[in-house]
């Protein structure tokens, strides 16, 4: 072995320079190296100090290569020497550490040589160099030795070497000791070689140019600007090198033509292409940046279609992703058609056999993704594309209109429903169809209903064709609010695939139209003010249009702590009460990176909001709805063990951070499935597919924890990039679906079922056979009900029927829905499930042991129905394969129930329409609501002083188009609410049809709206505003009669100052509550819950104290034949004040303020 110029310097002075002979390792156990004379030392200086690497990893890299990298012009071609010391300036031999050190190769200290709970410290090093002076004062040289044989193969471009030794004792030589020269390979047998190159020479291979004496550097960073270890660079498909452990890579021979094409991948990271620029220099350096792949998501699915047979059918599915899918597979009712590749299927001439459901499947490089099904409906030449027969569909009549011949309050009007049929189309192959077409109605027939001192008109649909579909708007509103308090998160940022699409306003409400296209509607919530951790949503809505109601739970953002950079963090996650940290996150020192890559020193504010399942509160502030994509395309269920939300930021400047490896640790004691501990994953989401992706896997791994306590711990490593919201999940596979529906009232007729009801399932961690906490929930999942209820996903086990438990809610507009009793007793019959099922199914409501708990939840065992047992197969439980089941199941196959509680308003229309569902309008100039896509809500406000509270009608015909004058268009029934302060004053916001433009658009009709008090009323006042505006707009209402107000309706949206309030939005339910809201507050602009009798008033009567002589709707409803009404108060004190908004759409509940003791009233008679 040679002597070599010293490996590490300690220490200089002026007389002398440290050198030691061979490799220096420096350890507490090693004395110092030995110490030489410098020669010459006047001709030497030291250069500035370099710190181009941290100790996070692996250790401390200041490799000289590296530093060449970034400092090209400031290190000599061979240094006499290095030093080094830490960037606290301590030397390396006071450090104690062990560390290796080469002035021809650079300085490393490994930490895992360090001893246990240590890392290296943070080196700078710096290097001993020749002065650029001409004295001659260097030492000779002897002669060069012979070239080293040239061990190039055919083609192949090698090195060869030669050597000579410096012959002078007393002065160093100055130069190169080793020298090199690239040399070529024989000439291979000649080829048909086509290649050309432009600069250098074709290699062997016949696949790319090489340029002898040009050498390639690069750095490449992977996603959030992280060093990339170990990415591949590639020619043509063959691999030329693998960055190093700081990302740089070092190529010779690449031609600088501007036409080389170099490959550069990394696990987790799009493939990116690189050209190597035209350059002259013998040196280029490229800096390549990666981007994260894009996992496969869909952006729309294929359309139900309806066609006739020898027809033309188009399916489309669009798929994006990063890189694109490069390969699409259709199938038809799970089979896959064969040379059907496209992302187009095209169906001609079809056959009734091709009838069914059709889906794609889209691959490539960063995964696979399944498209929804569609359904194609293939006729026969002549069969009627619609059942001209309606459906039967009953219809609540006035009280005072019972039918003896049903014995009942109901009547048939018969529907049509709205499926998708063949209408009249062109020729054209589309994606989807230029019209719509849906069955709808035919022919109305004018029918006169027999009630108590009149006769009552309604409209009865008496045939069925394929018409052009009602066009509709689909909307999602909501609230977006703090988990543990309700505070609204104030002018919210809403963004939709990385865009900004809306505001929450001072109230945190919120409103977004969504597109006809969208097939998964991925919001995130950003608050300004930093209160709140962003938050992804997976909104469900109505794809046949309307308005669906969401309340965003959002988390409050952890305080930040100071930590500092250079230092080993460990923070803990999880505060149950009584119970241990879940997890850990431990940041090891000098881990944090600027977004663009370069390495952060200093503090930093780590704020880390955790998610504990343990706590069930949390549930409804889950992000996402916790689904993955699998291998095959096939979305699926996570069970959580915990989210948590990471944010660094630099302390002085609030700028955000990145962290390179970061150690997660999970508790194996809170995992209470033993199975589920080899399958534990990390998870991040990703905020514009709603998606949760793998970030790698958990392994078991025994910490000590003190002196004597050994913990298991599940341990992982994850890089905190551009995301930044983790969970700690298992794929489960046990899976079925609970079908729920929802109803108007506790009837739970077929014809009161409700649409556009969110239908919320959180499953409770196992209970029976497990050890386990009975709070903590492993997923949340939300639903909207269609015409056919709703089919909810749950975890469930066939082995044990209590394995799984699950809570069901529903939530209507901010309106909680009943679920059906379970005390003192279970009635199958009102709950929906027949027994035995039903007690397998251990059916709990939420109140079943406290009466003063909520009504508006039940709790059931997830039993999986047994493949032997004949009454489990009817539902309420469906197993995962059978979907299809579950969604078209029967009115009669069992399902479990909610129901609005029943309040003070009846709706009579006549022309029925349902306002859950838009599609249900109607083409009549008698319709309530002209259009269907513009609903306008008019209420009037009435004073009633009484010492009861009164039934207030508003009766609504015709009044000046020809089409329709003095036709009913509607009843509107409602209950006025008492004064809180006054017991003889009381309220009602009673609703008439607003005056406007019939649905032909060609002429306005003035409404004639009459209201009319029950009992003894006496008209006292009119507000003066309004009567002046009657007055001037022409023709004036006839008002003889003092126990009622006549008036043809105002076609402007008058306002509170008048005591009419007008709201126009593309939803009816969304129409009357801003409304409503606005009447009860008596202001043109606010809102309110509870009713200011004296505000903003339009009319004001006063009822007699006598008894009525009959019964009012509400009355007789509750004591008709045949018909059970449950009514329930449901609190008391603030919490009922809170809900007085008796006729409000949403919220239609009896008022404490009407029995303050909480106890139902009787009827007199």
């Known amino acids: 072995m040679s002597l070599k110029p010293l490996l590490l310097i300690l220490g200089i002075t002026a007389a002398t320079v440290v050198t030691a002979q061979g490799p220096w390792r420096k350890d507490n156990r090693e004395s110092g190296p030995t110490v030489y004379q410098s020669e010459g030392k006047e001709n030497y200086e030291w250069t500035t100090w370099f710190n181009v690497d941290h100790p996070g990893g692996r250790g401390d890299y200041e490799q000289l290569e590296a530093i060449r990298f970034y400092y090209r012009a400031r290190v000599c071609e061979k240094p006499r020497a290095i030093e080094a010391r830490t960037t606290e300036w301590v ?162 021979g690449v031609c600088p033509d501007g036409n080389t094409t170099l490959t550069v991948s990394l696990q987790g990271h799009v493939a990116q292409n690189i050209v190597v620029p035209y350059s002259s220099e013998r040196t280029s350096v490229l800096s390549i940046q990666l981007k994260r792949i894009e996992k496969l998501h869909v952006l729309s699915k294929p359309d139900n279609k309806a066609r006739r047979q020898g027809q033309t059918a188009a399916f489309c599915c669009k798929v994006a992703g990063t890189p694109q899918p490069d390969k699409y597979q259709w199938f038809h009712n799970d089979s896959l058609l064969e040379r059907q590749t496209g992302s187009t299927l095209v169906l001609k001439d079809l056959h009734l056999e091709q009838t069914g459901e059709y889906y794609c499947r889209a691959s490539g490089p960063s995964g696979a993704i399944k498209t929804k099904p569609a359904t194609l409906k293939v006729l026969g030449r002549n069969e009627h594309s619609c059942n001209p027969k309606p459906q039967s569909h009953h219809i609540r009549l006035p009280h005072d209109c019972y039918q003896n011949s049903t014995d009942s309050l109901y009547y048939d009007v018969g529907k049509c429903p709205s499926n998708t049929c063949s209408g009249k189309l062109d020729n054209g192959i589309r994606c989807k169809d230029k019209v719509a077409y849906c069955c709808g109605v035919e022919n109305m027939e004018k029918r006169q209903i027999t009630c108590q001192g009149y006769q009552l008109p309604t409209m009865v649909v008496t045939e069925c064709s394929c018409q052009k579909c009602v066009e509709t708007k689909s909307i999602v509103h909501g609230r977006a609010i703090a988990a543990d308090n309700g505070e609204p998160m104030r002018f919210g940022h809403i963004f939709m695939n990385g865009v900004r699409i809306s505001r929450t306003g001072y109230k945190g409400t919120f409103s977004i139209q969504v597109s006809p296209d969208t097939e998964r509607l991925v919001l995130t919530f950003v608050d300004n003010m930093q209160k709140f951790v962003n938050s992804t949503k997976v909104l469900p809505f109505n794809t046949k249009g309307g308005a669906v109601y969401h309340e965003i739970k959002l988390l409050r953002k952890k305080a930040p702590v100071t930590i500092s950079s250079i230092e080993t963090n460990t923070l803990e996650l999880g505060e149950a009460e009584g119970q241990e940290a879940m997890v850990q996150i431990q940041i090891p020192p000098n881990s944090f990176y600027k977004e663009n890559g370069e390495a952060f020193t200093g503090n930093v504010n780590a704020s880390i909001t955790f998610l504990d399942p343990r706590d069930i509160s949390t549930a409804a502030a889950a992000q996402s709805d916790l689904n993955f994509v699998g291998s095959e395309g096939d979305t699926l269920p996570l069970r959580t063990y915990g989210m948590f939300s990471v944010d660094f930021r630099g302390e002085e400047n609030n ?195 406290d009466p003063r708990v909520k009504k508006t939840a039940f709790s059931i065992n997830v039993a999986k129905p047994g493949p032997n047992a004949a009454e489990e197969g009817n539902g309420p439980v469906y197993q995962f394969e059978k979907l299809k089941d579950c969604e078209e199941a029967p009115f009669s196959a069992a399902h479990f129930r909610f129901s ?203 009822c007699g104290d006598r008894e009525v002589t009959r019964q009012n709707a509400f009355q007789s409803l509750q004591s008709s034949q045949g018909q059970t009404v449950t009514s329930v108060v449901r609190g008391e004190g603030k919490q009922n004040r809170r809900r007085q908004r008796a006729n409000a759409p949403r919220s239609s509940r009896r008022r404490s303020t009407r029995n303050p003791t909480g106890k139902r009233a009787e009827a007199k008679n």
């Open 91 to 252: 030397s390396a031999r006071d450090t104690g550490e062990t560390v290796h050190a080469d002035p021809t190769v650079g300085f490393w200290c490994l930490n895992e040589e360090q001893g246990p709970e240590r890392n290296c410290s943070n080196y700078a090093v710096r290097f001993l160099c020749p002065k650029d002076i001409s004295v001659n004062t260097q030492g000779t040289w002897g002669p060069w030795s012979d070239w080293s044989p040239c061990p190039a193969a055919c083609g192949e471009v090698r090195v060869q070497l030669r050597y000579r030794n410096c012959q002078s004792h007393s002065m160093p030589c100055s130069g190169a000791k080793m020298e090199e020269k690239i040399c070529n390979g024989p000439e291979c047998p000649k080829t048909d070689c086509s290649l050309q190159c432009v600069v250098g020479k074709v290699n062997a291979e016949c696949d790319a140019c090489m340029c002898e004496e040009h050498i390639l550097l690069g750095s490449v960073r992977g996603a959030g600007g992280l060093i990339a270890e170990g990415a591949t660079i590639l020619r043509n498909g063959k691999l030329l090198t693998l960055t190093d452990h700081n990302g740089h890579f070092r190529i010779p």
């Open 655 to 849: 700028e955000p951070l990145n962290a390179g490896e970061v150690k997660v640790f999970l508790d194996s004691a809170q995992v209470k499935m033993s199975e589920h501990l080899n399958t534990m994953k990390l998870w991040s989401l990703n905020p514009d597919t709603g998606m949760w992706e793998e970030e790698g896997s958990l392994q078991v791994e025994k910490k000590r924890r003190g002196k004597r306590e050994e913990r298991t711990f599940l341990i992982g490593n994850m890089e905190i990039r551009e995301r930044r919201l983790f969970n700690l999940d298992v794929p489960e596979n046990r899976r079925c679906y609970v079908k729920v529906r929802a109803f108007r009232s506790d009837r739970f007729m077929t014809s009161e079922q409700v649409e556009g009801v969110v239908v919320s399932l959180i499953n409770m961690e196992p209970t029976a056979g497990f050890s386990s906490n009975p709070r903590a929930w492993g997923r949340f999942d939300s639903v909207i009900t269609g015409s056919n209820g709703a089919c909810l996903p749950a975890f469930c086990d066939e082995q044990k029927a209590d394995a799984y438990s699950a809570y069901v809610m529903a939530n209507l507009g901010g309106e909680e829905l009943e679920a059906v009793q379970s005390a003192p007793k279970l009635n199958p019959n009102l709950i929906g499930v027949p027994q035995p099922y039903l007690d397998k199914l251990n059916y709990r409501r939420t109140d079943h042991e």
């Open 900 to 1102: 609005r509680v029943e309040g003070d308003r009846y709706d009579y229309n006549t022309v029925p329409f349902n306002e859950d569902d838009p599609m249900s309008w109607t083409e009549d100039y008698l319709s309530w609501w002209p259009k269907p896509m513009e609903y306008r809500a008019c209420y009037v406000k009435v004073k009633i002083t009484s010492p009861h509270e009164i039934n207030v009608r508003s009766r609504n015909m015709g009044g000046t188009h020809p089409k329709t004058v003095g036709q009913l268009y509607g009843l509107r029934d409602t209950r006025s609410i008492r004064d809180m302060d006054q017991n003889t004053v009381s309220a009602v916001c009673l609703e008439f049809k607003c005056s406007g433009m019939l649905y032909d658009q060609e002429r306005v009709d003035r409404t004639l709206v009459k209201v009319i008090p029950q009992g003894s009323c006496k008209r006292d006042l009119v507000n003066t505003m309004l009567q002046e505006y009657l007055v001037n707009h022409l023709p004036l209402a006839v008002n003889n009669d003092t126990n009622e107000f006549t008036m043809l309706a105002p076609l402007d949206p008058l306002g509170h100052n008048y005591g009419i309030y007008t709201v126009t939005d593309q939803d009816p339910r969304t129409a009357k509550e801003i409304a409503l809201g606005r009447c009860f507050d008596g202001t043109s602009d606010g809102t309110s819950r509870v009713m200011k009798s004296n505000e903003g008033v339009a009319l004001s009567f006063t």
